[in-house]
């Protein structure tokens, strides 16, 4: 299976590399490119991985494609991804832009990975260890069941990570926000 990879290169979303890192059969865009040229690697592809920050507008361009737009992945790229059944589209607000194209895969809504976000809603003085913690693990469980069927991935996902959630207030928040479209 061929798996193309789309994560900006960002240090506070280097801990989902650890998703796409055993692949042998992979093409990872970390920058560099024109965005034109993202729609014809997502069609020679069976697979999409869209990781990284995000808005409800889709994948944030993070300053590491020469294009001047603020996302990367947006609606110029809903037609080849609508082919896609297995993608998974890890960025904050991913649910919206999911959502609103009809796209199938995993996705989340909010997805805590950094102190800030977890200050913004509502974990005042959260130790620093819970959100490694749950990122990890997080990405742990992708890289274990990713080549699953996604229907799989997702239930295997849920159940493993909620293990880490039952202790782990910031792998609860990120659990609840964790959905699977079949559209």
């Known amino acids: 299976m061929k798996t193309l990879i789309i994560h900006p290169e960002?240090?506070?979303?280097?801990?989902?590399?650890?998703i796409y890192a055993p692949f042998s059969n992979k093409t990872v865009i970390r920058g560099g490119i024109a965005k034109?040229?993202?729609p014809k690697l997502i069609e020679s592809h069976d697979r999409v991985l869209m990781l990284g920050h995000g808005s409800p507008n889709g994948l944030l361009?993070?300053?590491?494609?020469?294009?001047?737009?603020?996302?990367?992945?947006?609606?110029?790229?809903?037609v080849?991804?609508?082919?896609?059944s297995n993608s998974l589209f890890i960025w904050c607000h991913a649910d919206q832009f999911v959502q609103r194209h009809g796209l199938s895969g995993l996705y989340c809504e909010m997805f805590i990975s950094e102190d800030i976000e977890a200050f913004i809603y509502g974990f005042d003085n959260v130790e620093w260890g819970l959100i490694d913690r749950s990122y990890e693990r997080f990405a742990s469980i992708v890289s274990k069941y990713i080549d699953e069927p996604m229907e799989i991935l997702y239930q295997r996902l849920v159940y493993?990570?909620?293990?880490?959630?039952?202790?782990?207030?910031?792998?609860?928040?990120?659990?609840?926000?964790?959905?699977?479209?079949?559209a």
Do not use: W
């Open 61 to 78: 361009n993070a300053s590491q494609f020469p294009d001047p737009g603020l996302h990367i992945i947006d609606d110029s790229m809903v």
């Open 36 to 38: 034109s040229e993202i």
């Open 10 to 18: 960002d240090p506070t979303t280097e801990f989902l590399s650890q």
């Open 160 to 182: 493993e990570y909620e293990i880490l959630a039952e202790t782990n207030p910031i792998a609860r928040f990120n659990l609840k926000r964790l959905f699977l479209s079949c």
């Open 80 to 84: 080849p991804l609508q082919n896609k």
